[in-house]
């Protein structure tokens, strides 16, 4: 295996926001017959902001033409703003789970984690968010 540095283009710069704590996953979209690799979430620095800010936007790399762009995902049910979470990728569709943000609690003059222990899908076919049902009780052997 050896690692290569890959160029790649944007349209609009502000597509590209600079992030930790996101997830990538690459998928096989069969509506634009090219692989994409999905980048959602995480916590970024808006220019000229010196607060970082959790994100709930999703970019998109298109392989073939190693071109960013950030897909119009259909107003609706989304999972929010949420970092250091975990996807994977399933067909076209990619799969996000858990995760967190941070909260001000304005009571105690502190910041306070809010978990997520959810599972949304991702549709990268139409760009349609949908949560699946989770049974959060425990299992037995």
Known sequence: MRW???FTSVADNSV???RFGHSAVAVASQQLNTDLVVVYGGVGQFSGDSAQTALADVVVLQVESSTWFN???PHGST???RSFHSAEALGSKMLVFGGHILTYDQDHNKKRRQFYN???QLDTDDWHWRRLPTDASPTHP
């Open 4 to 6: 290569s540095q890959c």
């Open 16 to 18: 590209l926001l600079p």
């Open 71 to 73: 897909p119009e995902t």
């Open 79 to 81: 999972p929010g703003a």
């Open 118 to 120: 959810d599972v949304w």
